[in-house]
């Protein structure tokens, strides 16, 4: 079993900056890929960043390319997601997600968080 827990969501204008943080608990934190997804009201959840196990490779979703970094720290436990040049369709709950092998957009995920909620203003 692994814990994940959210933190660092807000309100933040458009065109500013966010860090989203997620502190892993449970099992071996090192043997998963993690990412973030997000949900915004009336839509269904989509991916937005993941890093594999030794952070050697990054994915983004399209719309973040170029504006969102995913990192993480294996010693500590901890996956972020720094969001620059918000906009606000960014608005949004974001999740943290583990799976043991590779996040791919289309899931599956093996453990989520509660979520963090994000809301840009224009």
């Known amino acids: 079993q692994v814990q994940l827990v959210e933190s660092g969501g807000g309100l933040v204008q458009a065109g500013g900056s966010l860090r989203l943080s997620c502190a892993a608990s449970?099992?071996?934190?090192?043997?998963?890929?993690m990412g973030w997804f997000r949900q915004a009201p009336g839509k269904e959840r989509e991916f937005v960043a993941a890093?594999?196990?030794?952070?050697?490779?990054?994915y983004y979703a399209d719309s973040v390319k170029g504006r969102f970094t995913i990192s993480r720290d294996n010693a500590k436990n901890t996956v972020s997601l720094q969001m620059y040049s918000l906009k606000p369709e960014a608005t949004a709950d974001y999740y943290c997600?583990?799976?043991?092998?590779?996040?791919?957009?289309?899931?599956?995920?093996?453990?989520w968080g509660q979520g963090t909620q994000v809301t840009v203003s224009s």
């Open positions: 449970g099992r071996t934190f090192t043997y998963y890929a």
């Open positions: 997600a583990a799976r043991y092998g590779r996040i791919t957009a289309q899931g599956p995920i093996d453990y």
């Open positions: 890093i594999s196990w030794n952070a050697g490779s990054t």
